[in-house]
């Protein structure tokens, strides 16, 4: 089970930091990326954080804004998001990859995801 928390109402230019916490499973065994929609668009990969070297992946429209960390004792994964924009607006879902696949843009290929939490940035 994946259980994100953390999204407010923020001002542009705020910051958030989302959390996803696991339970059934140890994250650091998966790759767990951070997906987000918007009313009326497709979800969109945002950020996510590879099981073996940890490199970090990041969607250029937040790249220099996000950044994805993991606490392996507490099995949680964060999204800490600065200078937030509108657009950055939108239900934030973390997800856990299938069993062996790195990060990928692709939705397909997690096999567990939160509930989602909202974000809503404006002024």
């Known amino acids: 089970q994946l259980v994100e928390s953390g999204g407010a109402l923020v001002q542009p230019g705020g910051s958030l930091r989302l959390s996803c916490a696991a339970s059934?499973?140890?994250?650091?065994?998966?790759?767990i990326a951070w997906f987000r929609q918007a009313p009326g668009k497709e979800r969109e990969g945002v950020s996510c954080i590879n099981k073996m070297n940890k490199r970090t992946i990041h969607a250029d429209s937040v790249k220099g804004r996000f950044t994805i960390s993991q606490d392996i004792p507490k099995n949680t994964v964060y999204l800490q998001m600065n200078n937030l924009k509108p657009d950055d607006t939108g239900v934030y879902y973390c997800?856990?990859?299938?069993?062996?696949?790195?990060?990928?843009?692709?939705?397909?290929?997690?096999?567990?995801w939160g509930q989602g939490t909202q974000v809503t940035v404006s002024a």
């Open positions: 997800a856990r990859a299938d069993s062996g696949y790195p990060c990928t843009d692709s939705s397909t290929q997690y096999d567990y």
């Open positions: 059934g499973f140890a994250l650091e065994y998966y790759a």
